[in-house]
């Protein structure tokens, strides 16, 4: 979307332009008029059936325009000019009652956490979806205006590194102030003016951590045939150490994103050398894979960062993983005269995957232009696949297959880095 906002010839800079929802009033799109009062929407519209296009600017009366689904779906760029009439009252003071829920400040967008959250959101992943120029995938991961997010920080801090997820996925969010993304992040102040970045991470502000040095929360749940969820979060400003970790157990498939029936051969019937499972063949299923995969699952992570001194701090992490998942398929087929004939084909399966994983890194300002840093990291993924099929031809018992498979991965990793700046 885009256009012009200006007073009869004179153009407006600076001059506020959002598209929002007329049922709800949900902000998608926001922005401000350059210097020759010329601005640019970008962004995804949700599935709403009518909008309104608002331009406002201090000392002019603000105008709205109202849009259907329609007419934004039609042409590729939607264009509109808006002329706004000079406001003639005056008001002796203002009183402003709430902080904005977006502000742009060079390369840092701040956004309002309460001004974007509602009761239904159960992390602060599902409000962070909801924030103009945010996307997320069903996996997780962040995207800023079409950019990946590399990292999500707490309070500067970086916790996690690449596996934030722990965090948006876990934290609740009435616990963050404000969600900062900030453009050209630099992680080696050493760096900075020397090189030119590209990464986006995400900075969390928590509310109250000097009042509050333990904060948290668990939620659990029971329901029928014996489903249940228990979560845990806490975060902690102790002294010198700040940290995060999460727990959880349930067997609802929620955090698993193993799909059983990719071990199935999709027409349930022995195949080859009497084989029924074909783990390089994925099988095509219309349901959601919450709705009929039986799992249990239970994982958790700790991740904390200590400053030893105002020159060094490390930072420590452990992640583990417990997953179980349930299968069973079978299928009856009966020819009618001239001769009857009955066929069964049966199999079970389960498997069990565990994860344990550990980070270790110290990073030392040596002087002034030096910094020295070391990170290891060692992963163990053992992982077990038991399966039995058999099959009847007439009640009689016909070809059987027992599987069983071991895996065992572990990998260790050491990384050394010194930086001198000139």
Do not use: C
């Not at 080859?272 to 799992?295: Q, S, V």
Request: proline share 2%; glycine share 6%.
């Amino acid at each position: 979307m885009k256009g012009r906002i200006a007073s009869k010839s004179q153009e407006l800079s600076s001059a506020s332009i959002q598209l929002k929802t007329l049922k709800d009033q949900d902000l998608l799109m926001y922005g401000f008029s350059d210097e020759q009062g010329n601005y640019i929407l970008n962004g995804q519209i949700d599935h709403s059936d009518r909008f309104v296009l608002i331009a406002a600017y201090i000392g002019y009366k603000r105008d709205t325009l109202l849009i259907t689904r329609s007419e934004l779906l039609k042409q590729p760029i939607f264009i509109h000019n808006f002329n706004l009439s000079e406001d003639k009252k005056q008001l002796d003071e203002i009183y402003i009652k709430a902080p904005p829920s977006v502000e742009v400040n060079n390369d840092t967008t701040k956004y309002n956490v309460q001004r974007f959250t509602s009761p239904e959101d159960r992390n602060l992943e599902d409000v962070i979806k909801k924030m103009p120029g945010m996307e997320v995938n069903k996996d997780g991961t962040i995207f800023f205006k079409g950019k990946k997010i590399s990292k999500v920080l707490l309070e500067g801090d970086d916790l996690t590194g690449e596996g934030y997820k722990a965090i948006t996925k876990n934290l609740k969010p009435e616990f963050v102030e404000e969600v900062q993304a900030l453009d050209h992040y630099v992680e080696d102040n050493l760096l900075k003016g020397i090189i030119n970045s590209d990464d986006i991470v995400l900075n969390l502000k928590v509310k109250n951590k000097k009042a509050k040095k333990i904060i948290g929360s668990v939620d659990a749940g029971l329901g029928t045939i014996d489903r249940r969820l228990l979560s845990t979060n806490l975060i902690s400003f102790i002294n010198k150490t700040k940290a995060f970790a999460y727990g959880s157990h349930s067997n609802l498939n929620i955090e698993s994103n193993t799909n059983i029936l990719d071990l199935v051969d999709e027409n349930r019937q022995f195949t080859g050398n009497n084989k029924i499972i074909r783990h390089e063949i994925g099988t095509y299923n219309p349901f959601d894979a919450t709705l009929y995969t039986i799992n249990n699952t239970t994982q958790g992570s700790l991740n904390a960062i200590t400053r030893i001194t105002d020159r060094f701090k490390i930072n420590y992490s452990l992640f583990y993983s417990w997953n179980k998942l349930y299968g069973q398929t079978s299928m009856q087929n009966t020819y009618f005269p001239p001769n009857l004939i009955y066929t069964e084909d049966n199999d079970n399966r389960n498997s069990l995957g565990k994860t344990f994983k550990s980070d270790f890194s110290a990073d030392y300002l040596v002087k002034s232009n030096a910094r020295f840093w070391a990170k290891f990291t060692y992963k163990q993924e053992p992982t077990t696949f038991n399966s039995f099929a058999f099959s009847s031809f007439n009640n009689m018992n016909g070809d059987s297959v027992l599987q069983n498979q071991t895996d065992l991965n572990r990998n260790f990793n050491g990384q050394l880095k010194y930086t001198i700046k000139a």
